[in-house]
C-alpha cells in the first residue's frame, strides 16, 4: 500500500521531531512522528478509528491538538503528546485549524460556521478547556492546512483570506452620460 499523501503539520518545541500526517490509498488519515535527524522509521500516533489530521503541539510538548473525524463529524480534540491516557473534545461544533497560543493557555480553531474560536486551556494533568469564545469570521482561504497564525499574545492574527469570500460585486455602467441625458429630459 504506497501514502496517497503526507504534509508536515508541527515541530515538537525542541525542534528534533515532527509530527505529520500520512494518508493511505483508501483516503484515511493518521498522524504520525518522526526524528528529523532522518535516523529512524516515522511512529504511528493513531488514537482512534477515524482519520486524524491538523495536528498542532503545545508549547511546553505535552499537549497534542489534532482534528478527527471519530464522531463522524471534524472535532478538534487535545491529549498527551506521548500517547498516554484519553482524549478531550474541545470544540462541539464542529472543528479544525487548531492552534496553541504560545503560552498554551488558549487553543484556537476554526468552527463548522467559519468562525475563529478561543477556548481557555487550564489543568496541568489534564487539559480542562473553558467555555469556547467566537472571536469573529476570518473567511479564510478554503484548506485542510492551517490558514492563520497569531500571535504570542493572542491579540492578532495574520489570515490567509479568500479573495471570494464577503466581497462586493463591480457595477460597470457604459455609456453613463446618454443615461444621465435622458433622465434630465
Known amino acids: 500500500a504506497h501514502d496517497a499523501y503526507q504534509a508536515p503539520n508541527a515541530a515538537t518545541p525542541d525542534g528534533k521531531r ?4 500520512r494518508s493511505d490509498a483508501q483516503g484515511k488519515s493518521a498522524l504520525w512522528i518522526r526524528n528529523l535527524d532522518g535516523d529512524d522509521e516515522a511512529t504511528l500516533l493513531a488514537s482512534s478509528s477515524g482519520s486524524e489530521v491538523g ?3 503545545s508549547p511546553d510538548g505535552r499537549w497534542l491538538a489534532y482534528v478527527s473525524d471519530a464522531t463522524r ?3 478538534v480534540y487535545v491529549r498527551r503528546f506521548d500517547g498516554s491516557g484519553g482524549a ?3 470544540s462541539s461544533e464542529g472543528g479544525s485549524q487548531p492552534l496553541w497560543r504560545r503560552d498554551g493557555r488558549e487553543l484556537f480553531y476554526v468552527d463548522s460556521a467559519g468562525r475563529l474560536i478561543a477556548v481557555p486551556i487550564s ?3 489534564s487539559p480542562q478547556p473553558g467555555p469556547p469564545m467566537a472571536l469573529f469570521e476570518p473567511y479564510l482561504e478554503e484548506s485542510n492546512d492551517r490558514q492563520y ?3 504570542a499574545d493572542g491579540q ?3 489570515l490567509n483570506r479568500s479573495l471570494t469570500s464577503n466581497s462586493v460585486p463591480i457595477t460597470v455602467v457604459l455609456d453613463w452620460s446618454a443615461l444621465l441625458d ?3 429630459q
Not at 515532527?18 to 500526517?21: A, K, P, R, S
Open 123 to 125: 489543568g496541568a494533568d
Open 88 to 90: 478531550s473534545r474541545i
Open 73 to 75: 463529524s471534524w472535532e
Open 55 to 57: 495536528a498542532d503541539i
Open 18 to 21: 515532527l509530527v505529520f500526517e
Open 149 to 151: 497564525d497569531v500571535s
Open 182 to 184: 435622458r433622465q434630465g
Open 156 to 158: 492578532r492574527f495574520v
